[in-house]
């Protein structure tokens, strides 16, 4: 058995006072809601058009108020190189479509009306749904020679996405000819 002993001082005490006053900080911050959160948190629930708008606003993107195009696809079981691709896109802004695989989705496209390049034909934001929940999106034009990107807003030009999209991605016109192409299976 061991027996511990001390004398209580004004020097100990303050030490303690300041040992406690740290952890009492160090749990405050770590329980959730127990810190100020400066930054908005994006809420992925997309059950309703008006909290697939909010998500697109909370990008910068200025949206027609109804989808220009809904449409019922499934996720491939097996990627090739075009939802590889894609993929990879996804994964870059907190995506990932591999737990989804062999899903039924919901695609949403939007009309964009405040893309700051402009365009001759229409920019559309896309937003993929599965059980009322954003796993997937993208801002792309479909002309000849199209763009597609995060959704991430850019900055004065596209330089910067137009050259991810040539090193990293096929063309927009083959992602949505990929995703039709499986939207029936």
């Known amino acids: ?3 511990f002993s001390t004398k209580v001082t004004r020097g100990k005490l303050l030490t303690l006072a ?4 740290c952890l009492a900080i160090v749990i405050i911050a770590s329980v959730p809601g127990g810190e100020v959160d400066t930054a908005k948190k994006i809420s992925l629930k997309a059950k309703t058009n008006e909290q697939r708008l909010e998500y697109l606003e909370s990008f910068g993107w200025t949206v027609e108020s109804e989808p220009t195009e809904t449409s019922e ?4 079981t097996q990627f090739d190189e075009t939802y590889e691709n894609y993929n990879t896109m996804q ?3 907190g995506f990932d479509l591999v737990s989804y695989k062999g899903k039924k989705a919901t695609r949403y496209s939007y009309t964009v009306t405040n893309y700051p390049q402009s365009q001759e034909d229409p920019v559309y934001a896309t937003l993929i749904v ?3 929940r954003i796993v997937a999106g993208d801002i792309a034009s479909t002309s000849l020679g199209g763009f597609m990107h995060s959704l991430v807003m850019p900055k004065d030009t596209v330089s910067e996405f137009e050259t ?3 090193e990293l991605l096929p063309t927009a016109t083959e992602i949505l000819d990929g995703v039709i192409l499986n939207s029936g299976k």
């Open 1 to 3: 058995m061991f027996i």
């Open 73 to 76: 696809i499934v996720i491939p």
């Open 164 to 166: 991810v999209q040539d």
């Open 130 to 132: 599965i059980d009322g």
């Open 91 to 93: 994964l870059s802004q």
């Open 18 to 21: 300041l040992v406690c006053a």
